[in-house]
């Protein structure tokens, strides 16, 4: 049978990437706006992808495969369930084959325009390391039996897999001399949409599988979180909507206008444009202005409305810290990343922190993001973004303070109660056997040397990292690791 080029699908879930093995991008993204990227928001029940597969228009709901920490999940904040849409994800492997039936049957007739589907095969990326074995009968089933594509290989955890395939083409991180030879591990973080996912890659090997984390830190959950903290700050928007607050002020109650996901994106947003734009930009600034979705929707009923509205920075800052740096929360994405490194061998360790790399959608929305933190330290703000963030997060769970980079000395002392008096001892020690690797060494020539870094994989994508690495394992020669129809 000859083979014709491999089509390459990533099963995210909020965006699905399809195209072929060997290109340097999908032919297309599907996201709940239609496919043209940059996404609507959406709730954590799924979203609805247009099929057109040029025998019927239909609908089909998309979730995802697997929702670590479920029972953390607040569906009241899911616009999709509030709408009345399913928020269930499928639970036998017929309810997957209805799902992926007419999203597959979509993929190869309308946006690949694929003839003969049996000389082609297909790699399958998913985000989660373990799906379940129901979703991966039915796949097998509605690729190779109703579509009668000629080879189905599944690959779990699709953006370590994927990634790998780039890690020894890029550049070395700056602080480290190019005579250091390739990296012999990284540390790979991979920040989808409701989940984080963390692993340790050794070179010339795969994952390590004990490494292997995952957190309620995905860019969606973070949004979720923003949500939360504006509704329990309980905000008296004043000056936005001022008849309706005095009034509401009266009572005793407040009013909070930060009111779904999409809101809380538009905060998100809007600092990040405030705190990226050089002009007027101070570690002062305590509010930000934001235009609502929510408010801009409201305004077109009641013309007196202002959909544009100034709001306190903390609570979203808050949030951040919550969700990525707090390194006592075992929820938090930095908890994840240090108790991954903890987990793997010791002569890996300084590597893979050395070499930690930020994946998926959610780092790329959050690389500019700015916190106070970072700024007042260094008084600058340059500091900023989610990978500078880490990095000294990273040294204050392990007890590095970032004014001692010079003074080895104070190494294994107790960090002095510098107003972070609410983190427990025992989380204070958790990650001191770290603390060597985090902090790396000092040079008497050149300043620290090793440590922590954390980067981009620039010149890639970092949301289409996973993607890209599985269309270069399309085309190589893995014929053993696809089902075929025809063995
Ligand atoms: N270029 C971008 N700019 C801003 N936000 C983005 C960008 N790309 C993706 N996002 C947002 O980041 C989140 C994660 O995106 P990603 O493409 O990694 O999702 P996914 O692969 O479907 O998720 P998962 O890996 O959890 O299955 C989504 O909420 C998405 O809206």
Same mark, same amino acid.
Request: aromatic share 8%.
């Given at each position: 049978?000859?083979?014709?080029?491999?089509?390459?699908?990533?099963?995210?879930s909020?965006?699905?990437?399809? +195209?072929?093995?060997?290109?340097?991008?999908?032919?297309?993204?599907?996201?709940d706006?239609?496919?043209?990227?940059?996404?609507?928001?959406?709730?954590?029940? +799924?979203?609805?992808?247009?099929?057109?597969d040029g025998?019927?228009?239909?609908?089909?709901r998309?979730?995802?495969? %697997?929702?670590?920490?479920? *029972?953390? /999940?607040?569906a #009241?904040?899911? !616009?999709?369930a509030?709408?009345?849409?399913?928020?269930?994800?499928?639970?036998t492997?017929y309810?997957?084959?209805?799902?992926?039936?007419?999203?597959f *049957?979509h993929?190869?007739?309308?946006?690949?325009?694929?003839?003969?589907?049996?000389? %082609?095969?297909?790699?399958?990326?998913?985000?989660?390391?373990?799906?379940?074995r129901?979703f991966?009968?039915?796949?097998?089933?509605?690729?190779?039996?109703?579509?009668?594509?000629?080879?189905?290989?599944?690959?779990n955890? +699709?953006?370590?897999?994927?990634?790998?395939?780039?890690l $020894?083409?890029?550049?070395p991180?700056?602080s480290?001399?190019?005579?250091?030879?390739?990296p012999?591990?990284?540390?790979i973080?991979?920040?989808?949409t409701?989940?984080?996912?963390?692993?340790?890659?050794?070179?010339?090997?795969?994952?390590?599988?004990?490494?292997?984390?995952?957190?309620?830190?995905?860019?969606?959950?973070?949004?979720?979180?923003?949500?939360t903290n504006?509704?329990?700050?309980?905000?008296?928007?004043?000056?936005?909507?001022? $008849?309706?607050?005095?009034?509401?002020?009266?009572?005793g109650?407040?009013?909070?206008?930060v009111?779904?996901?999409?809101?809380?994106?538009?905060?998100?947003?809007?600092?990040?444009?405030?705190?990226?734009?050089?002009?007027?930009?101070?570690?002062?600034?305590?509010t930000?202005?934001?235009?609502?979705?929510?408010?801009?929707?409201?305004?077109?009923?009641?013309?007196?409305?202002?959909?544009?509205?100034?709001?306190?920075?903390?609570?979203?800052?808050k949030?951040?810290?919550q969700?990525?740096?707090? /390194?006592?929360?075992?929820? #938090?994405?930095?908890?994840?990343?240090?108790?991954?490194?903890?987990?793997?061998?010791?002569?890996?360790?300084?590597?893979?922190?050395?070499?930690?790399?930020?994946l998926?959608?959610?780092?790329?929305?959050?690389?500019h993001?700015?916190?106070?933190?970072?700024?007042?330290?260094?008084?600058?703000?340059?500091?900023?973004?989610?990978?500078?963030?880490?990095?000294t997060?990273?040294?204050?769970?392990c007890?590095?303070?970032?004014?001692?980079?010079?003074?080895?000395?104070?190494?294994?002392?107790e960090?002095?109660?510098?107003?972070? #008096?609410?983190?427990?001892?025992?989380?204070?020690?958790?990650?001191?056997?770290?603390?060597?690797?985090?902090?790396?060494?000092?040079? !008497?020539?050149?300043?620290?040397? +090793?440590?922590i870094?954390i980067? /981009?994989?620039d010149p890639?994508?970092?949301?289409m990292?996973?993607?890209?690495?599985? #269309?270069?394992m399309?085309t190589?020669?893995?014929?053993k690791?696809?089902?075929n129809?025809?063995?």
């Open positions: 049978m000859a083979s014709h080029q491999t089509i390459v699908v990533e099963l995210g909020s965006r699905i990437k399809v +195209g072929f093995a060997g290109e340097s991008k999908p032919r297309r993204v599907l996201n706006d239609g496919g043209s990227g940059g996404g609507a928001r959406r709730g954590g029940g +799924g979203w609805t992808v247009a099929i057109n025998m019927v228009s239909r609908a089909c998309w979730t995802s495969l %697997h929702r670590y920490h479920s *029972s953390m /999940y607040d #009241s904040r899911d !616009d999709s509030k709408s009345g849409g399913s928020a269930s994800v499928p639970t492997a309810e997957w084959e209805r799902t992926l039936y007419p999203l *049957s993929a190869l007739t309308s946006i690949l325009f694929v003839q003969r589907p049996s000389r %082609h095969r297909m790699l399958i990326l998913t985000s989660d390391a373990f799906p379940p129901i991966r009968e039915a796949l097998h089933r509605v690729l190779l039996d109703y579509l009668g594509v000629g080879g189905v290989w599944l690959l955890g +699709g953006a370590f897999e994927g990634v790998y395939h780039l $020894e083409g890029l550049p991180p700056p480290l001399t190019s005579s250091a030879g390739p012999r591990a990284h540390l973080v991979d920040i989808g409701h989940e984080a996912r963390v692993a340790v890659c050794v070179a010339g090997s795969s994952i390590l599988a004990d490494t292997h984390r995952a957190t309620l830190s995905g860019y969606d959950s973070f949004l979720g979180q923003v949500l504006y509704q329990g700050e309980k905000i008296v928007a004043k000056d936005a909507v001022d $008849e309706e607050c005095a009034h509401l002020e009266e009572e109650s407040y009013y909070c206008p009111t779904s996901l999409e809101d809380a994106n538009a905060v998100v947003r809007a600092w990040i444009a405030l705190s990226s734009s050089s002009a007027g930009f101070s570690p002062d600034i305590t930000v202005q934001v235009r609502l979705p929510s408010l801009e929707r409201a305004q077109r009923t009641e013309s007196s409305m202002e959909a544009t509205i100034q709001l306190p920075v903390q609570p979203l800052l949030a951040f810290h969700i990525y740096l707090d /390194y006592s929360n075992p929820s #938090s994405l930095i908890f994840a990343m240090l108790t991954s490194v903890r987990t793997c061998p010791i002569d890996y360790r300084k590597a893979a922190l050395q070499h930690a790399l930020l998926g959608g959610g780092s790329v929305a959050l690389r993001f700015c916190f106070w933190g970072g700024l007042a330290s260094t008084g600058s703000s340059t500091n900023n973004g989610l990978g500078p963030q880490l990095e997060a990273a040294r204050d769970a007890g590095v303070s970032s004014d001692d980079e010079s003074a080895g000395e104070s190494k294994g002392e960090k002095k109660d510098d107003g972070a #008096s609410s983190v427990s001892s025992i989380s204070r020690k958790r990650f001191r056997s770290l603390q060597g690797v985090v902090h790396g060494h000092v040079d !008497d020539d050149d300043g620290r040397r +090793g440590g870094n980067q /981009y994989p890639f994508a970092a949301d990292v996973a993607w890209i690495g599985g #269309s270069i399309g190589l020669g893995y014929s690791y696809y089902q129809k025809f063995p």
